[in-house]
Structure formats: C-alpha cells, structure tokens
C-alpha cells in the first residue's frame, strides 16, 4: 500500500506507477535510510512518542532488514515505490504495527534529504581515498586541488535536514542536534524550507567530478600522444591497453581513452541536474527525484575512473632516452635571450635576438649550436665565447630552481610535500 494513499479513491494509471517509481536507483541508499530511521526512532523515544520497548523493536527490526539488503535477500514487492517505502513495509513485517509509528513528524522530504546527505557523504569520503594514488609530479597538484576542494564540500553538506518535516518543521519538538550526533552530522540545517529543498551539495558535487574529470581527461590526452608512435615517450601497460580487430600490430590505450570520453559523460550530468534545478520553487517538488541519478553516476564513474588511472600511471613504462633524442637545440631559445639578460641586456631586447638566432639557423638549415661567435656577436656585443654553455638541456632545467620549478631540488621538495600531504 502506498504512504500516501488515504487521499486518493481511483486507482493509479501502471504506467504513472512506473513512472513515478524511483526505487531500482534509489535502493542504493538502503543503509543510509535505515541508520536515519534507527536515529530518529531514538529521538522519539527521548521524547517519549513511543517507549523503549517499542524504540528497541524499531531499532532491531531495522537492522534486521539491513542484513537483508547486505546478504541480497531483501526482495522488492511492486507497492515498493522508493527505498523508505521498501525499508518501511518491511519492517512492518518484521515487528507488526509498531513499523507505523516510526514515521511520526517525520515526511520523506525531510527523510530523503537526510539519506542523500549520508550516502553523499560516505561515498565521496571514498573518492578522497581513490585521489591519493600513484600520480605524475604535475598532475598531482592538480588531483590534491581536487582533494582539498572535495574534503569542503563534504564539510559543508555534512548537516542534517531531518526534523525539517514535509517544509514546515517537526510538531513534536525532537531533538534534532541529537539525532545530528547520532549520524555523524557536524550540524543542524537552522531553516526547514531550506532543509527540504536544498540540493546545492548535489550540484557541488557534480561541479567537483566534472573539474576532477577535466584533469584525468587532460592527463589522459598526454599519455595517449606520448605513448603513440610518432612520439613513443611511454608504453601502457598490458593491462590498461586493448588490440585491433583488424590490424595485428595495434596497442590502443582505451584506458585513456575511455577515461577522456567518460569526462563528457560527468559534465552532461552537471550540466542537467543545473537545469532541473533551476526552475524549482521553493521547498519539496518531486522533480528533486532526478537529482539521484545524476549523483550516483558521476560517484561511480569517478570512483572507476581514479582506480583506472592511478593503475595506469602505476604501471607505465617510460622511455627517458626517446625523449632526449627528441629534444631540439631551438627548444634552448630562451635560455639564449637569459644569457644575455644575465649580462645586463634588457629581456624586450633579447627576445628579439634570440629570435633572430633562431631564424638565422634556419635559413642555413642548421643549429643555433652551430653558429660562431661572430654570428652572435653580430646580433649583440654581448655575447661572449661562454655562450656555448647555453647548450646544455641539463643545466637549463637546473636553472629553473625557483620554488615549483624544474630543477632537481625544487622537484625533490614537491614530492617531499606530496609525500606529507599523503601520509596525513
């Protein structure tokens, strides 16, 4: 039978049953709808609503249908509109009649905001996890970025909307910060409007996976150019890299590319929730039951797709000889305009000599490495026979030695903060 039942004489159209059903996505948060109901069962009795012998029933006939949910007994009836219908008509079977005062003050407005709150909570504390995995020395700043953004977002959903009832509060006065305590909330949402219809913590979320998804995807853009042939820096491993139906000698890395392409598939669920969003009045409207899906999706492909790259990246091969062979003396143009700022010549001037260095090269189809010091001294006086020294891919990176830069001490002291961060 329906919670809401008592108001309506006709039936329900199947199809609109259907329609309105949400329960083959919204069972996920079975423990969470149950931890929220065992809390507010003790908050009833604190205000004596019900007794302890009945608040004890409540409790333990909730973990009972738990147990079911876990060992994949639990069996969904066609009446099961949402997981608080299921949850709710199985417990009456456990413990009778007393599963009808559960519900007392309390709406599923108030119910689900609290559920989605818990499971939202619990599963981006995973993400947190999955972030601190096996990442190269750029990318990592990017995904500790993420995790900082991430660990605010989970302090700021972290508050409770249950005692909020369907929009105008709880007429039996519970104790919501204690029921806030029993769930692990840092807080009380102070306005229960607000409580029932906000769903700024979905849209942040979706926000958070869509910006974590654009650097997996940037990262994944890089190793699929560098480990192709015409560059060859990296080899995939076996295991993240699938062959050709037609073409024996392929080695594609669908890892990357599977991780680039599911990037689309987290922005378009940002992109429509915001637009479901958008339009809603104030308070509960059942348009909030798109607000799910969206959600459960974009955690779950962040939660394979953070285990995917930190497996590629752990078991890349890099090829470091390919990569010098690939370096060209032009690459070392800038290190010629700061040799002779080096000596005093203005940046704006070098620039354009350096630039001329390059261009007198090429026209001879050779190296600025191979110009004379006449040639140089041609551009500028200031070049002396130490311009030679320019020449060296080694010493420009050492010359990088600001703090984030590219010299081995700088490097060194990145990883040695990311070290920290990681075992805190």
Known sequence: MALWGGRFTGTVDP?????????????????????????????LVKRE????????????????????W?????????????????????????????????????????QVATDLRIWTRE???????????????????????????????????????????????NPFNIDREFVAKELGFNGVIQNSLYGVSDRDFVAEVLFWASVTMVHISRLSEDLIIY?????????????YSTGSSLMPQKKNP?????????????????????MTYKGLPSTYNKDFQEDKEPLFDAVDTLAGSL???????????????????NLSIDMLATDLAEYLVRKGVPFRETHH?????????????????????????????????????????????ENRSSLGGTSRVTVVAQIKKLKSWLLE
């Open 15 to 43: 199809l609109m049953d259907a329609f309105n059903a949400s329960i083959h996505f919204d069972k996920r948060m079975y423990e969470a709808d149950i931890r929220g109901s065992q809390a507010y069962a003790k908050a």
């Open 49 to 68: 609503i019900i007794t302890e012998q009945e608040g004890t029933m409540l409790i333990t006939g909730l973990e009972k249908v738990l147990e079911e």
């Open 70 to 110: 876990r060992n994949n007994t639990f069996e969904i009836k066609p009446a099961d509109e949402d997981i608080h219908t299921a949850n709710e008509r199985r417990l009456g079977e456990h413990v009778g009649s007393v599963a009808g005062k559960l519900h007392t003050g309390r709406s599923r407005n108030d």
């Open 123 to 169: 599963e981006t504390r995973k993400l947190l996890g999955y972030l601190k995995h096996h990442w190269l020395l750029s990318y990592a700043w990017s995904l500790q970025a993420d995790a900082f953004r991430l660990s605010q977002i989970i302090d700021r959903l972290n508050v409770l909307p249950l005692g909020s009832g369907a929009l105008a509060g």
């Open 227 to 239: 480990s192709s042939g015409e560059f060859g820096f990296v080899t995939l491993a076996d295991a």
């Open 254 to 274: 669908d890892s990357c590319e599977l991780l680039r392409g599911k990037s689309g598939r987290v922005f378009g669920q940002l992109s429509g929730f915001l």
């Open 307 to 325: 285990q995917i790259t930190a497996g590629v990246i752990s078991t890349l091969k890099i090829h470091p000889e390919k990569m010098r062979q």
């Open 353 to 397: 000599i350096a630039g001329a260095a390059v261009r007198i090269a090429e026209e001879r189809n050779t190296t600025m490495s191979n110009l004379s010091l006449s040639d140089f001294k041609q551009l500028h006086t200031a070049f002396e026979e130490d311009v030679s020294a320019v020449w060296d891919f080694e010493k420009s990176i």
